[in-house]
């Protein structure tokens, strides 16, 4: 026996019909319900309105009844539901809250846009609509890099849509041009005086120089971003006595790519000597969030960069991991083994990078050219 479908509503707290769960004349949402073998189910109907919800009672019924199914007409997929069934996606892929946040903000943004100029089902999305709202970046987000990834995250969500059989094709997004920050190692004697000027800079915070000056050593040793370096664990120091090595063994936060880097003796007790009240944690007390206490320590290596004199744009914390990382290369050190190191998940996002720093490529280069001179 065919099971009967019931339509009903899950009002929102303010919906004034909020008591009667078949009230057709709201704009809440629409739910199914049915039992089948002693067992009740519901799903959501995917609309918010009651002949929506018809419809979608009559094609769970004929399924419910084994009757042939003709496929589905994705006409009116709302944007709203489209969102949610999307980033339900991206929580069961087990993103992490901040990268979900990011994605639930952006397509918030979008869905306001759009609904701005009359478009409210995902059908309506245009390659003309998408320029509009790619034109609204600037404001929001000044770097380009910043642009280039929501530019990355919007394409996720429309591909998705393509997949789900709500687009018959992906509206073509314009590439976004990012303006690199250039890579800019601090020369040897930039280092020397970075160091000396610690414990100067940070004179009235006892135990602060020292913990700058460890932090700094960590990352121009091991080529860790800041973020890793503050969070890096007393365990993750590994003392290998019989090869009489010390090595940094970590994830990487941003890719949770695997890293294991050898750090100078002297270097690693240093860095294990620093105390902050934390059994665990090398430099972060473990209170409040990571990300609060990373641009905290930003601004104390700012402060630091700044007395010594040494001219850098804002991404000062990088120019250690770019020391770390053109030294090798400088020193014959292959590209693949250097992006291992510094836990790039591909060798191209290295390249990008730091191809001009590698020893002896243009040497080659200009050795395969001259070649062809002589045939």
């Known amino acids: 026996m065919t099971p009967s479908v019931t339509i009903f509503v899950r009002h929102s707290k303010s919906c004034k019909y909020a008591g009667d769960e078949f009230c057709k004349r709201c704009n809440c949402r629409k739910h199914l319900r049915w039992t089948q073998a002693g067992k009740q189910y519901r799903k959501t109907a995917g609309t918010r309105s009651w002949g929506g919800a018809e419809e979608a009672k009559r094609r769970l019924e004929d399924q419910l009844s084994g009757k042939p199914q003709a496929p589905e007409q994705p006409q009116g997929e709302t944007l709203e539901h489209a969102i949610e069934v999307f980033n339900q996606d991206k929580e069961n892929q087990g993103l992490t809250a901040k990268v979900l946040g990011k994605y639930k903000r952006e397509l918030d943004r979008l869905r306001q846009y759009c609904e701005s100029g009359g478009a409210y089902t995902v059908q309506a999305i245009t390659r003309e609509l998408l320029t509009g709202f790619v034109a609204t970046w600037p404001d929001m987000y000044p770097a380009s890099t910043t642009r280039s990834r929501v530019r990355d995250r919007l394409s996720t969500f429309l591909r998705f849509c393509y997949e789900a059989g709500w687009l018959p094709r ?3 997004l314009s590439p976004i041009k990012v303006e690199r ?20 800079t940070f004179a009235d915070e006892p135990g602060r120089g020292a913990k700058v000056r460890a932090l700094i050593q960590l990352m121009r040793w091991s080529g860790l971003a800041i973020r890793d370096a503050l969070t890096l664990k007393r365990a993750e120091i590994v003392h290998d006595k019989k090869q009489g090595l010390y090595l940094i063994v ?14 100078p003796p002297a270097v690693a ?27 905290n320590w930003a601004k104390y290596l700012a402060r630091l960069f700044d007395d010594a004199k040494i001219i850098s744009g804002h991404m000062r914390s990088h120019r250690l991991r770019d020391t770390f990382a053109v030294d090798l290369l400088e020193k014959g050190v292959p590209l693949e083994d250097v992006s291992k190191l510094l ?25 395969l050219v001259t070649a ?3 045939e």
């Open 170 to 172: 992906i509206p073509k």
């Open 181 to 200: 920050v250039p890579t800019m190692p601090l020369t040897g004697e930039e280092y020397r005086r970075l160091l000396d000027t610690t414990y100067a």
């Open 250 to 263: 970590t994830s990487r936060q941003k890719t949770g790519t695997h890293v294991s880097v050898p750090i």
């Open 269 to 295: 007790e240093e860095i294990l000597a620093v105390s902050n009240g934390n059994p665990v944690y090398v430099f972060w007390s473990g209170n409040g969030d990571e990300e609060s206490a990373t641009k």
């Open 343 to 367: 836990g790039h998940e591909s060798i191209k996002t290295t390249e990008r990078s730091y191809a001009a720093w590698v020893k002896g490529r243009q040497a080659r280069l200009n050795t």
């Open 372 to 374: 062809t001179w002589k």
